[in-house]
Nanobody, 121 residues
Framework: QVQLVESGGGLVQAGGSLRLSCTFSGRAFSSYVMAWFRQAPGKEREFVAAISALLGTTYYADSVKGRFTASRDNARNTVYLQMNSLKPDDTAVYYC??????????????WGKGILVTVSS
């Protein structure tokens, strides 16, 4: 059974940076597409970023393109989300997800419990 555990969230001022980590266990990490989603208070969950299994190709929502960077370390079974130039609108619970293919609509097989990121103005 795949387990995902997020870490690295917290409170940061606007313009600051945070790096989220997601540790994967239970299966062959290198076979999975890894994605980040977020859900702000009162809003639906939305796709943020993803990284493919083999080539490490990255995909980003327009709202974070140029500010967020997804990466993965297959030796550590970990995926990262480096978030720079953070804005108050980035405040949300961030979720790590895994599947054999990417679904930007959120139809992914495995999910972490989420971690809160709060950006103060």
């Amino acid at each position: 059974q795949v387990q995902l555990v997020e870490s690295g969230g917290g409170l940061v001022q606007a313009g600051g940076s945070l790096r989220l980590s997601c540790t994967f266990s239970g299966r062959a990490f290198s076979s999975y597409v890894m994605a980040w989603f977020r859900q702000a208070p009162g809003k639906e969950r939305e796709f943020v970023a993803a990284i493919s299994a083999l080539l490490g190709t990255t995909y980003y929502a327009d709202s974070v393109k140029g500010r967020f960077t997804a990466s993965r370390d297959n030796a550590r079974n970990t995926v990262y989300l480096q978030m720079n130039s953070l804005k108050p609108d980035d405040t949300a619970v961030y979720y790590c997800a895994a599947d054999s293919r990417l679904s930007a609509s959120g139809d992914m097989d495995y999910w972490g419990k989420g971690i809160l990121v709060t950006v103060s103005s």
